[in-house]
């Protein structure tokens, strides 16, 4: 299957061959796709005999600490002149899983000051900042960064699947398989092309799915059951509205993370087709949107909550005091965003 040109890999492995200390850098709130994307870069360069700065603009959830062991990472919400002194002293900049440098919030004036003489984006969403990069591997139809990255690296390797570290192939897998929430949206033909190969290779995809699904804590199990239960609110057109304000949290106090998949269940019920959840950040609220075929959350997050993403997943946010006057006005400002929404018969 044929997913890159064989110009697109010679201008990658030419810049692999060039490179001697890269920067690698991902999306602030890391979530399974950027961080398998980073461990997964950062294992390849480091077989190719590069000095690897791998940085996160702040702290990945607990749940995806298992893809982090053994690796030397850098927070740089925690050591901020660690991780400008690598972005200083860079000569390749990879930038994965987000299509402008504003993605990464904190860390945005330190990338587009980086020195570094190639800049790359490997990247899946809509609307990349083009013009800040030298190499620019952008696709929409394809499940994940984590994806577009196994078929840049196995062209490179010319097909051969064991040319990729067994880490880099473990986390692979593992980002692909959080971004289609295991196999259930955003799957295409090379997707499942991509974890039949790995899967041969012996990625151990059991213990993936055991790693990501099976250790929850049981305060997250809880805190769902209520989210769903008290605190869920079927909008008129069919739109599933979740919220979780501050006293809800300092009643299940949830680490970073532990909220990741709530925003899917909602469409299981047959008349809604977008689901919405709204977490307090400590300044604003989060929100995620998921929908159903013939729904545009994208639209919906670019539209009125500052965001945007994928057709069918996308995130953004609710701002204090541009948006609400305060937390409780945070459920009627959903509700007016949403029935503005719908009155759009573009947007079905």
Known sequence: ?????????????????????????????????????????????????????AIFPDSFPGTLAFLAEGERLIDAALSPEEAAGALSACDTL??????????????????????????VLIDHHLNPSAEDFDLVFSRTDISSASELLFWILLGCEGGNIAGIPEKSRYALMTGMTTDTNNFANSVYPSTLEMSSLLLASGVDRDGIVSNLYQRYSETRIRAFASLLGSEMAILPGGVACIVADSGFQERFPLAEGETEGLVNIPLGIGEVGISIFARWGGDHFRVSIRSKRGWSANLLARDFFHGGGHELAAGGKILLPEDI?????????????VAQFLQNKDNR
């Open 94 to 119: 990879f930038v994965l899983d987000m299509n402008a440098f504003r993605r990464a919030e904190a860390l945005e004036p330190l990338l587009r000051a980086c020195p570094a003489g190639t800049k």
């Open 1 to 53: 299957m044929e997913i890159l040109s064989q110009k697109e890999l010679d201008a990658f492995r030419g810049a692999v061959t060039a490179c001697r200390h890269a920067a690698v850098v991902v999306h602030t709130h890391p979530d399974g796709d950027a961080i398998g994307s980073e461990v997964a870069l950062s294992r390849y360069l480091l077989s190719k005999g590069k000095k690897v700065s």
């Open 325 to 337: 006057g305060s937390e409780a006005d945070v459920r009627s400002h959903i509700a007016f965003c």
